[in-house]
């Protein structure tokens, strides 16, 4: 069975926001994303991430999902939205699992690493967390 179709059977029974539904779709993301398709792996996590309240934000799954849509973001070239989502990823990782986490370690590093495409700094503005 394909994740495509595994994903509309699963949306006939479950709602978009349940963790089986958003890992079907993170599955499907990947090797969307593996294949260089990325405009459909990002249509993917976006649709899982969209109606997502805030509180459902900092979930794992929602989490990773999150994380590989920064990465898709990357492979396009769009820094601007990568650098926003990895902030927010960011931020939110910090107050969830801590500072030390190897999961907010990467995305901290990942960040830092989009330095070197930045605009210029805003007064005022950190472009990234150290």
């Not at 994903?7 to 029974?13: D, E, N, P, Q, Y």
């Not at 805030?54 to 396009?76: G, S």
């Not at 605009?119 to 967390?129: L, S």
Request: aromatic fraction near 4%; proline fraction near 6%.
């Amino acid at each position: 069975m394909t994740l495509r179709r595994k994903l509309a059977i699963r949306l006939r029974h479950w709602a978009p926001e349940e963790p089986e539904i958003l890992l079907v779709r993170h599955s499907l993301a990947r090797c969307l994303f593996d294949l260089a398709r990325f405009d459909e792996a990002e249509e993917q996590l976006r649709a899982a991430l969209t109606g997502l309240r805030a509180d459902e934000l900092v979930r794992p799954e929602v989490l990773l999902l999150r994380w590989t849509l920064a990465q898709v973001l990357i492979a396009r070239r769009d820094v601007d939205a990568a650098r926003a989502v990895l902030t927010d990823l960011l931020d939110d990782r910090e107050r969830v699992v801590g500072e030390r986490h190897p999961d907010t370690i990467a995305t901290r590093d990942t960040l830092a690493r989009l330095v070197p495409y930045a605009p210029p700094r805003q007064p005022g503005r950190a472009n990234y967390r150290t």
